[in-house]
């Protein structure tokens, strides 16, 4: 009978054993997974931190951003009354560039054959009277007098006469 006792007490040392194996197993997991949080909280701090700091940069940036913004409206508002001021909308305050200007005789000759050309008389054209719109109407004009010209036969023309210069060149050497 002394081997059945003995297996009864080898039975219950086996159970005590397997529960301190598994209490010793259940510590080590805490201890692991106390561990593993705290580097997870520790590194999810971190994150935040850095995305403090580029919150924080990019706030700097928007106010810089802005005060940029705003400098540009100023510096526009400015073009603008410039503008106003170089062009102004009451039709009668523009004079023609040859009246308003101090200009050669020579360059109030071309501005002649200009106006000659154009149609306009050195004052304000009649269409419009800002620098602009004579720009425009003058641009129309050349638009128009170059698309009259046939240019196939100005190129046939140039071809031919630098043929020509070619073949002089060409005796003068030889």
């Known amino acids: 009978m002394e081997d059945n006792n003995n297996k009864g007490g080898n039975g219950f040392v086996g159970i005590l054993c397997f529960a301190l194996a598994v209490s010793i197993l259940g510590n080590i997991w805490l201890y692991i997974n106390q561990h593993s949080f705290k580097f997870q909280i520790s590194e999810l701090e971190e994150k935040n931190e850095d995305y403090k700091s580029k919150f924080d940069q990019i706030s700097e940036e928007n106010k810089q951003l802005k005060a940029d ?82 240019w196939d036969e100005l190129q046939d023309e140039a071809e031919r006469k630098g043929a020509e210069f070619a073949h002089f060149l060409n005796g003068l050497l030889n």
């Open 69 to 150: 913004v705003q400098a540009l409206e100023a510096q526009i508002a400015a073009l603008n009354n410039q503008i106003e001021e170089l062009n102004p909308s009451d039709p009668k305050s523009t004079a023609s560039i040859s009246e308003s200007a101090d200009i050669s005789p020579e360059l109030q000759e071309k501005l002649n054959d200009t106006d000659k050309i154009t149609g306009s008389s050195g004052s304000s054209s009649s269409s419009g009277s800002s620098a602009y719109e004579q720009g425009r109407e003058l641009a129309n004009q050349a638009s128009d007098y170059l698309e009259s010209i046939d």
